[in-house]
């Protein structure tokens, strides 16, 4: 199954340079580090400083962005800038950063929009205030449908590559809206990203995995749910899934929690929580469970051609749970 939806993949659409095998992330959170150790470039990494980049609204809360950062990343020391700063550092070496970004996959009639917050090596280039790009790890984002269609449709416009690319960031971080973004979440990304290149590994592309001892835990624990995933499920008004077959309930503790709450529950060093992340992509989704106890993924389920959340993925998440007691 694997193989089938990995040759789906024709043509990639870029709005920056990217590596190749990045552009398969079907993960919710996607690692290089051993696809880039022959080329020496994530040994370049570990010297430099890591810039990360906020949506603007995002500078409200920078306390909390700080630290989430500080709490588990490691493999670099930081700093928060603002986006307009970026410039300064496009042709200096020693540098590293998270900003936000996109790329397309399009397959014979089908073209698909990806949006991620993304870690960029930044190294000079050998012709004259040019630089080079690698890409060393992905956050698959799950934007508005508003920037969806922005995306979507900005290739179609009148306008250099660069204008179209200046177009889109600028929307990125002043008007966007990012579902699965919070000081909370963010910190459950860093983890996975840091430990992953720290090991100098790749991350699978699993279409499911689980943790045999944590996830049982949730049977007699409480599943947060971000309020999010309520609003986007209750405004489809779907009444059955598309499969037609309505699964056994989850019918363990769950709670439906605000993003401020949450992100002070994952953020707390003594309060352990398990929440649900739920990412749309594209076409497709990603059901991910973190833990709070390290911030790292308890389950995870890559959905392929089937986009909107449905009460049925938590009844497979207690479809695990119950295999494994």
Do not use: H
């Not at 430099?48 to 500080?70: G, M, R, S």
């Not at 398990?274 to 973190?290: F, H």
């Not at 390290?294 to 119950?322: A, C, G, H, T």
């Amino acid at each position: 199954m694997k193989t089938r939806y990995m040759l789906k993949v024709k043509q990639i659409l870029l709005f920056s340079p990217f590596i190749l095998w990045a552009t398969i992330c079907q993960s919710q959170v996607s690692y290089f580090g051993k696809a880039l150790l022959n080329s020496q470039k994530l040994e370049v990494f570990k010297k430099t400083t890591t810039l990360f980049t906020l949506q603007y609204v995002d500078y409200a809360e920078l306390e909390k962005f700080d630290q989430a950062i500080k709490k588990n990343w490691t493999i670099t020391p930081y700093k928060i800038i603002k986006p307009e700063e970026l410039a300064r550092y496009d042709t200096l070496a020693n540098y590293s950063v998270f900003y936000f970004d996109a790329y397309g996959e399009k397959s014979d009639s089908t073209y698909n929009v990806n949006i991620i917050y993304a870690l960029k090596l930044l190294t000079p280039s050998k012709k004259p205030k040019v630089k080079e790009e690698s890409i060393l790890a992905t956050v698959t984002l799950f934007a508005d449908p508003n920037t969806n269609l922005l995306v979507r449709t900005q290739d179609q416009q009148y306008g250099t590559r660069r204008s179209i690319k200046n177009n889109i960031l600028s929307y990125f971080y002043n008007k966007a809206s990012f579902f699965n973004w919070s000081p909370g979440f963010l910190t459950g990304y860093l983890k996975q990203i840091n430990d992953g290149l720290l090991a100098n590994e790749n991350c699978n592309i699993d279409y499911q995995f689980y943790n045999k001892v944590r996830l049982p835990e949730l049977a007699k624990e409480t599943l947060y749910i971000p309020e999010y995933i309520k609003e986007v499920f209750s405004s489809r008004l779907t009444l059955l899934p598309p499969s037609g077959i309505i699964a056994e309930p989850y019918n363990y503790k769950l709670k439906f929690i605000p993003y401020k709450e949450l992100d002070s529950l994952i953020l707390n060093k003594t309060a352990n929580v398990k929440y649900v992340v739920y990412t749309q992509r594209s076409s497709d989704k990603i059901i991910s469970v973190y833990d709070s106890k390290d911030d790292k993924i308890i389950y995870q389920r890559f959905y392929p051609e089937s986009p909107n959340f449905e009460m049925n993925d938590l009844s497979e998440i207690k479809k695990v749970i119950v295999s494994l007691k």
